[in-house]
C-alpha cells in the first residue's frame, strides 16, 4: 500500500479520514501500520502492504493479536469492538 492511495480511504464504517501510523516501510510502500479513525477509533492494521478493512462481525481478533503486540498496542482478547482504548492521536507504536 502506497501513502498516495491512503489519500483515497475512509473509515468504511463512518466515511470519516484515517490517521495512520507507518511501522516499516520499503521505499514508498507501506510493509507494516496501522490506520485508525479520527472519528469511532476503530483500528485496521496493515499487514503484508494490505489494510485489513473487513467488517467487524468477519475479523478475528486472533489472528491480530500477534502484530498488535509485536508493535506494543495492548488490546484485550475480551474487548468486543476493534476500537482502540485510547485516542489515534496519542497512539505510541514500537517500531523496533
Known sequence: ???DFLKKMCCPFDKKELNIQVIKEHGEEIIEGILTCS???R???I???IPIMTPDE???KALELPMLQKWG???SEDQQSFALSTS???LQI???
Do not use: G, Q, V, W
Open 73 to 75: 498496542l495492548a488490546i
Open 88 to 90: 489515534p492521536e496519542t
Open 47 to 49: 499487514i503484508y502492504s
Open 94 to 96: 514500537d517500531k523496533s
Open 43 to 45: 483500528y485496521f492494521p
Open 58 to 60: 468477519y475479523r478475528d
Open 39 to 41: 472519528h469511532c477509533n
Open 1 to 3: 500500500m502506497t501513502k
